[in-house]
């Protein structure tokens, strides 16, 4: 029913920056959470940042400052921009769209992103 596809992921050195795109496709609905969340070797899987349908916006304190959530007008894609890199960063990072109403979550399939000192 909705299928979604993170891209953007690569390896950067530590102080560079990366932008992350989620692309949701299928039935979406309008009243919707939209979440990053990042998984790093040997952590438990963690929020990043979320954002809904109306634009309001949650950004968790180890990357405020430094990442920006944000959605296209179609509110379909979801970007996450990633400026002065730390190697703690380095994770597999995850999209994930929760329907509110249906109570249903979907999850995409990470892209990697690797910081280097």
């Known amino acids: 029913q909705v299928q979604l596809v993170e891209s953007g992921g690569g390896l950067v050195q530590a102080g560079g920056s990366l932008r992350l795109s989620c692309a949701a496709s299928?039935?979406?609905?309008?009243?919707?959470?939209m979440s990053w969340y990042r998984r790093a070797p040997g952590k438990q899987r963690e929020l990043v940042a979320s954002?809904?349908?109306?634009?309001?916006?949650n950004i968790v304190v180890s990357v405020k400052g430094r990442f920006t959530i944000s959605r296209d007008n179609a509110k379909t894609t979801m970007y996450l921009q990633m400026n002065s890199l730390k190697p703690e960063d380095t994770a597999v990072y995850y999209c994930?769209?929760?329907?509110?109403?249906?109570?249903?979550?979907?999850w995409g399939q990470g892209t990697q992103v690797t910081v280097s000192s």
């Open positions: 994930k769209v929760y329907m509110i109403g249906p109570g249903r979550t979907y």
């Open positions: 299928g039935s979406i609905l309008s009243s919707n959470l």
């Open positions: 954002i809904s349908n109306g634009g309001n916006t």
